[in-house]
């Protein structure tokens, strides 16, 4: 998922990170190791505490090196040609999946596109790419990755942020804390959003008064389409390289492999 928004969202995001940056530095020294990490985690309880923020959830927390090798090594999973890319992340298997959603999600997929403007094919995309359909979304609690990437000196401010937002989440009750699981890197849901867009895009579709990105299917999905639809999508435009909404990709993702992956598994769904 994006990592920045662009526009008048990107402009909230700024003032979020900026407000982030404070917290950050209130919280502490950020560390390219785990060496500082158990006192800057006391640090930071303690400033989110003088915010309001309930940081029960950090309780035994610990410096995750997964996901710091997941963040350096990211420009891996995004190598190769956009075939190569689509081989391993939206085979053919995915696109027969796709197109059987496409007719036993029909009504519901429909409803999406009246109400977001996003056609199915393009929300379908998303979410065989990110989770093989809600099949991989992960198990691992969303606490520790965020709080180690809060506290890794690369992007501190823009992960205080993310980690402000999931505690957000569980102490207002929107999803409980020991549920916001996910495959590793802070994301939650079966189209990883990460926890600021979870407050900014996810929507409760299916009425039941949650906004459950983890298990309600019509959830997701028009989740994603309210944040496509909220960083420009055009209703019905193409999304191909050089259409209208090929630029809310990037939104989405910033790999350019990924974008293109995404705009051609979205349209072999379709055709």
Not at 141 to 167: H, K
Not at 168 to 184: N, P, R, T, V, W
Not at 240 to 259: I, K, L
Request: positive net charge.
């Amino acid at each position: 998922m994006a990592l920045l928004a662009k526009g008048k969202v990107f402009a909230a995001t700024v003032l979020a990170v900026v407000a982030a940056a404070t917290g950050a530095q209130a919280a502490g020294k950020c560390g390219k190791d785990g060496s500082g990490f158990a006192a800057w985690v006391e640090a930071y309880k303690s400033d989110a505490a003088r915010r309001g923020i309930d940081t029960g959830p950090l309780a035994g927390i610990k410096y995750d090196t997964g996901v710091i090798r997941i963040d350096r090594s990211q420009h891996k999973a995004f190598s190769g040609s956009v075939e190569q890319f689509l081989a391993r992340r939206a085979p053919a298997s995915y696109v027969s999946k796709a197109k059987g959603y496409m007719k036993s999600q029909a009504g519901l997929l429909k409803r999406i596109e009246d109400r977001y403007g996003v056609q199915p094919e393009v929300v379908l995309a998303i979410w065989g790419m990110e989770t093989g359909f809600g099949a991989n979304s992960g198990n691992k609690s969303v606490f520790g990755p965020l709080a180690t990437l809060a506290y890794d000196c690369r992007r501190s401010a823009f992960f205080t942020n993310e980690l402000d937002s999931a505690l957000e989440i569980a102490q207002k009750g929107y999803i409980a804390a020991s549920q916001m699981k996910g495959a590793g890197f802070g994301e939650l849901g079966q189209t990883q959003f990460l926890p600021s867009k979870y407050l900014q895009y996810a929507v409760d579709f299916d009425g039941d008064g949650r906004r459950d990105l983890i298990h309600s299917r019509a959830d997701v999905l028009a989740s994603t389409a309210n944040f496509l639809k909220g960083h420009g999508w055009v209703a019905g435009g193409g999304y191909g390289p050089g259409e209208v909404n090929f630029r809310v990709w990037n939104d989405w993702n910033r790999a350019s492999v990924y974008q293109k992956g995404l705009a051609e598994f979205a349209r072999r769904i379709a055709n």
